[in-house]
Structures are given as structure tokens and as C-alpha cells.
Nanobody, 118 residues
Framework: QVQLVESGGGLVQAGGSLRLSCTASGSIFSINVMGWYRQAPGKHRGLVAAITSGGSTNYADSVKGRFTISRDNAKNTVYLQMNSLKPEDTAVYYC????????????WGQGTQVTVSS
């Protein structure tokens, strides 16, 4: 299982943009679905966006039209471009292999904090 490190979070004003990166310690070429997830204080972690090895994408309704997920298998990296950020996007963001994420015993990285001020 590859190790994943998230980066790119920070403090931004509402309406601003951030690009998150998820870099793997090994190849992600064979991982069919990679996803970005987020967990806000007091809430469960949930899927934000997912991308298959073929480039098909899926988004939570709350981020459609604002967030874009992409992957670069050559760089073993998955990205999340976040535009028109809202205070309700404030959360810790994680990336993971969808298979691992849906395993109740699956491991997670430390995530990256995104804070959107109003």
C-alpha cells in the first residue's frame, strides 16, 4: 500500500482558490479510483471528488462546478483545484485510494487543513 501525503492547504478568504496535492510514495498507476475527502469539525469524513484511472470524475453536489480533481500518474500525484471557496468548505482534506477509504480499518494520512474566512 502506498503512503499518501497531502499538501497545499491554508487560510483563504471566501471566493478565493487553493490547489491541493496528494503525492504517493509509489505508483498510483494501478489504483483505479483515487478520491479527495474532507472532515469538518464535528462531522463525518465524506467524499468530495473522485477520479478513475481513465479520467472519469465524480463530485459531491456541494462542490460541483467549483472543484476539479485531476491525476498525473507519471508524478504519482492527485490534485484538487478549489475555486470560489466558501466558509462551509473549511475542513481537513484527505486523499485516498477508494478501496482503502471504504475499508473501516483503512489507513489515512494526516490531511491538509483548509480554512475559508468570510
Amino acid at each position: 500500500q502506498v503512503q499518501l501525503v497531502e499538501s497545499g492547504g491554508g487560510l483563504v478568504q471566501a471566493g478565493g482558490s487553493l490547489r491541493l496535492s496528494c503525492t504517493a510514495s509509489g505508483s498510483i498507476f494501478s489504483i483505479n479510483v483515487m478520491g479527495w475527502y474532507r472532515q469538518a469539525p464535528g462531522k463525518h469524513r465524506g467524499l468530495v471528488a473522485a477520479i478513475t484511472s481513465g479520467g472519469s470524475t465524480n463530485y459531491a453536489d456541494s462542490v460541483k462546478g467549483r472543484f476539479t480533481i485531476s491525476r498525473d500518474n507519471a508524478k504519482n500525484t492527485v490534485y484538487l483545484q478549489m475555486n470560489s471557496l466558501k466558509p462551509e468548505d473549511t475542513a481537513v482534506y484527505y486523499c485516498n485510494d477508494w478501496v482503502v477509504a471504504t475499508n473501516p480499518f483503512g489507513s489515512w494520512g494526516q490531511g491538509t487543513q483548509v480554512t475559508v474566512s468570510s
